[in-house]
């Protein structure tokens, strides 16, 4: 009987179950599209180029790891990427090379180099010019093409270099390296690379313009005659043991590929935190959507009751309807869901966050999942919606539907205030960590508030419409207000199925969008307070050590800083977190000529080898204090401890750790500074300071305090772009959850709008009826929204930036006044099609 009736309403009232597929092929959509960037990130490899013909290749991890819990089942480790590139210590070469199936190993440390002008006959394009090189040790090179290997002060070019330049065997050419400037004679050309265009130096001169002696970017290893690859892995895995990890396959395009682990980790917490929000909002409005359906079949279900269906007939009708759509929902959904994901993974490549050489993976799983959580999801609503109507008493249900019960359970009360109260714990936690956590947990923050909305919702919609429709009920506004004043007072359980995926809309888009409005405005705030330099020296291909002495020592210059980018990760909350940090040259006491950073306390005149200055939020968060030592990991992974020597308040956008240049600048991937920031002497002509600073390096560009606010920007831009695809994503499903739960709302009251015209009410009365209860319904989802938006945005805002949260209004406004006219359209275009059916017709009640 129950597949009987099942088959039967979904063949002959298809229309009733439209708004329930929707939302479940909706769902699936955005489940599929985040799972197939989760599975990228878990499955994603790259073919080795660089080190092809190694079929063994030693690299270092390109994770930290922080192992929490005390043993057990309790332990487990935390990874994130490194900010830098880790190294191996290049000696370990030999000690491979030692082992008998072993053929050689030889270590490989590329390293940028610059080239200048060539000397022999520079043009005028050559003398404003830096070319990118790639350097390295000649024993990498390969047979020469010409001339012979080089020594200390020689250099081998690659041909197609070498006819770039003009350049012969025998010319002289200034190259600029990590470790060094000079000039250097062509004792040789190499055949083209596949890797670009190459320089290849001595052993000892290549492992100096390094700019970390000593270390490798990888250790690679080629066998003997009749030695496997797995053979060789073995007996290099004995010498290497824990301190780096041996590679074999396609595991070796990771170690020439460093942006590989840092891609694959974003494109893991962005498919899985934000698709495990997605699948719980998929979830969350399934359900609802469902639960409205399965409400608005109450006569019929009563109905069946009263003549003699037992609860689990009823139960397992609502549950084969469920199964019915689910399935073919979440295949259909799977389509625009791959869609999704393209044009994501395509923004992420372009944007820079995920490495060109990687591909989308678009296997099967994700549409399974998509498949199986719309089931899943379906299953649990049917089952939800079903405890009620399988519970009537067979003698009263048809009197028990007509007159629905107002008032809310007991136990569904104390998890709605569960909800909400967890949701408040969260957000407070949230205000300790930085800023991509905080981010994580405040979509978990406005989950647990949305279903402790749900829960309440019938309680939320009679206070907060009562309040609202007060001005309606006087009569003031004629029979359409005191209508829907009295509609919204008799029906809060219909109406807060209406709220509630506007409280979504609003409270999704204003966490996600006004977080990251917050975050960048505190920065700019920052950057425009502390960048007090006169000049602003940068460069596409970056500065050399030197370039800022070279500065200082200008006529016009009074002091100059080199800043050189990079990463460190501390702990925090048995977590692993990444800090900005920048590595500053120079006179530190003259600092504070060229970066206010806002002192709070100590002095950046101490700061020297071994010491760091912080950020004021960052030690407070790290429980540090001048003169303390503070456990933090440099940006290839080693651990150091330096004592605090000063505190400051504008680090945001500007750099949360400050330390010597010579303490990271052997642990960083390129050691270039990305700018140098200038104080003039009083009464300096800044344009021939400006000439002046152009001719040192003909390359790079000078500008005003400005020049650094570029880079604060852009050091950003991800994260706001993410935020605001998510605000989109996650926004945009829940505004068509709106619409859908709307229509199906106004659709539910044929008879009413029949019984309403029946007695005499006019078109424009019900018209202006229904116009009111929608921005009765959109003016209760804003402020409740607005509310969540709020309370999570707060304390995670003044966590990060020390302030409160910053929403303009040229998106606030728009935001909320989308909302209301979504509400109106929603509900508008729905009643028309009721009042074009005969009142008779209407007021019969047709189902």
Known sequence: MSNGLARAAVRFRPASFVGSFVALLLGAAVIAGCGALLQTGLLAKVDPVRYAHAPVVVAADPYTTLTVGRGGEDEQDISVPLPERGRVDAGLAARIAARPG???????????????????KP???????????????????????????????????????????????????????????????????????????????????????????????????????????????????????????????????????????????????????FGGIAAMTAVFVIMGTLALATNQRAREFALLRAIGATPKQIRRTIATEAMMLAPAAGLLGAVPGYGLAHWWFGELVERGAVPPQISLETGVLPVVAAVLISVLAALG???????????????????????????????????????????????????QLGGDAAATTALGVVMCFLVGVALLGPMIAQIGTGF???????????????????????????????????VMVIAFCGTLVFMQSSIREASARNVSSAVVADRVLTSPSGLPAATAGHAAALPGVESATGILRTGVVYESLQNLVTATALGVSGNPGDLPKVLDLGLENGSFAALAKGTVALDGKLAENLGVRTGDRVPLRLGDGTKVTPKVVATYSRGLGVGQVLMPRADVATHVTTPYDSQVLVAAKPGAEQVALTKDLQRLVPAASVADAAGYGVQADIAQELGAWANTVM????????????????VMTVLERRREVGLLRLSGTTR????????????????????????????????????????????????????????????????????????????????????
């Open 102 to 120: 072993v053929a050689s190993a030889l270590p490989d440390a590329p390293f940028p180099v610059q080239q200048h002008s060539s000397a022999r």
């Open 123 to 273: 043009s005028s394009a050559q003398e404003q010019g830096v070319r990118a090189l790639t350097g390295g040790s000649i024993a990498a090179a390969g047979p020469l093409a010409s001339g012979r290997a080089p020594a200390a002060r020689e250099v081998v070019l690659d041909r197609q270099a070498a006819a770039t330049a003009g350049l012969k065997t025998g010319d002289r050419v200034r190259l600029t390296a990590p470790g060094g400037a000079g000039t250097y004679t062509v004792s040789g050309l190499a055949a083209p690379s596949p890797l670009g265009t190459q320089a290849w130096f001595a052993a000892k001169t290549a492992d100096r313009l390094s700019g970390h002696p000593g270390k490798a970017d990888a250790i690679l290893v080629t066998p003997k005659e009749g030695t496997t690859p797995d053979a060789l892995a073995a007996q290099v895995g004995k010498v290497v043991g824990d301190s780096a990890q041996v590679l074999t396959g396609k595991d070796r395009g990771g170690a020439e590929l460093p942006a590989l682990a840092a891609g694959k980790t974003y494109l893991l917490g962005l498919g899985a935190s």
């Open 381 to 431: 609503a049917g089952r939800l919606a079903a405890s009620k109507p399988s519970n009537l008493r067979p003698g009263l249900a048809l009197g028990q539907a007509a007159v629905p019960s107002a008032t809310l359970g007991r136990t569904r009360v104390g998890f709605g205030i569960g909800f909400c109260a967890a949701g408040a714990a969260m957000a407070a936690v949230a205000s």
């Open 468 to 502: 609202l429709a007060f001005p309606l009920k006087s009569g003031a506004l004629g029979a359409a207000g005191s209508l829907s004043a009295d509609n919204t007072r008799a029906n809060a359980r219909r109406l807060a199925s209406a709220i509630t995926p506007i």
């Open 727 to 742: 605000a989109a994503v996650l926004g945009g499903f829940a505004a068509i959850a709106a619409v859908n739960t709307l």
């Open 764 to 847: 424009r009365q019900v018209r202006g009826m229904m116009r009111w209860e929608a921005l009765l319904v959109a003016g209760t989802g804003l402020i409740l929204g607005s509310a969540i938006a709020w309370i999570t945005l707060l304390p995670i805002a003044r966590g990060i930036t020390g302030s409160g949260p910053h929403i303009p209004l040229a998106v606030a406004v728009p935001l909320a006044a989308g909302a209301v006219l979504l509400t109106v359209a929603a509900t508008a275009f729905p009643t028309r099609a009721l009042l074009r059916v005969r009142p008779l017709e209407a007021g019969a009640g047709k189902q």
